[in-house]
């Protein structure tokens, strides 16, 4: 029993059209999911990811209209990690980041730049040799398009508390100091701990991290959750999320974490042609379709292209 590494990571933004513009028109993601949050049905839940909404590249966000931003302190996610095919592909994205409005920060053998609600990315040359997860954009050449998570850096105060939990329960491997790697049979990812700045009052809000989600196979979702309740950790009950099932609990070091299910994806509900595009609504939320889509704001998706080609 194994983990794929990172299924998904969920984040916080305090305005969904913005958003929408940002991750599919500058970094030329997909919207592969156009839905609510299961638990606070008013607002958006939004998914970008590959043009299959595959698990490994699958960045999602609450949108809480207005909301303050965050502050990524102890037992928070702080950096999101891409990978891109190439080091010639660091350029490309710095000038289009750059063209964008976006500061772009090179360390030599990476990029660091932030959204335009402070959520942190850096991308990598990848060297995993994993599958490349990648979406469709006219503007990002495929050779330099993002090709899934490399993997996610946390801020803790004392990551050894975490250590039995990552190696002994959930199987990750230490790499290097306070980095971790998720691997299973196809995919892997990288976990990695930060000193927590100091006196930093941690405080979730638009622009943060929410929690970091790892696949596992659906048929071992509920021997992942006893797992997890013996190491004693308090994890909830196996939850449907209709495009997944889910085991919820907080890691030591105070970072949520998820362990969801590949599958049975978002194609359940809609074409797969056609991801995004319309709200989709699970069947127990479907009576609040006409309230939701006269409350909810209109996003600026599909694009034109998008719509032409599948028209096409």
Not at 26 to 43: A, H, S, W, Y
Not at 144 to 170: C, K, T
Not at 289 to 301: M, S, V
């Amino acid at each position: 029993m194994q983990l794929e590494g990172i299924h998904h990571i969920s984040a916080i933004t305090g305005d969904a059209p913005g958003n929408v513009e940002f991750y599919t028109g500058v970094l030329g993601m997909r919207l592969v999911k156009r839905t609510v949050n299961q638990d606070e049905p008013n607002v958006y839940h939004l998914f970008y990811g590959d043009e299959s909404g595959s698990p490994g590249m699958d960045l999602t966000f609450f949108e809480y209209p207005g909301a303050a931003p965050g502050v990524a302190g102890a037992g928070m996610v702080h950096r999101i990690v891409w990978r891109v095919p190439a080091a010639e592909s660091l350029e490309f994205w710095r000038e289009r980041l750059t063209a964008a409005g976006v500061e772009a920060r090179p360390t030599g053998d990476s990029l660091l730049f932030s959204d335009r609600e402070g959520l942190e990315h850096e991308l990598v040359p990848d060297s995993s040799g994993d599958e490349p997860l990648s979406a469709s954009s006219p503007e990002i050449p495929p050779e330099h398009a993002l090709q899934g998570f490399d993997g996610v850096r946390a801020y803790s105060n004392d990551p050894p508390r975490s250590q039995a939990l990552l190696g002994d329960v959930l199987g990750f491997t230490r790499r290097a100091g306070e980095s971790w790697e998720v691997r299973g049979e196809r995919r892997g990812s990288v976990y990695a701990y930060d000193p927590a700045p100091p006196e930093m009052h941690r405080r979730q809000g638009a622009g943060s991290v929410h929690h970091v989600a790892f696949a596992a196979q659906m048929q071992d979702i509920e021997s992942w959750r006893e797992r997890i309740a013996a190491s004693g950790a308090r994890p909830t009950p196996v939850v449907e999320r209709f495009y997944f099932k889910s085991v919820y609990f907080l890691e030591p070091s105070g970072v949520l974490f998820e362990i969801a299910t590949i599958g049975p994806g978002f194609a359940i509900d809609e074409d797969a042609g056609h991801l995004g595009e319309r709200l989709s609504l699970p069947a127990p939320f479907e009576p609040l379709r006409e309230q939701l889509e006269q409350t909810l704001r209109p996003l600026p998706y599909p694009p034109a292209w998008r719509t032409a080609a599948s028209a096409g």
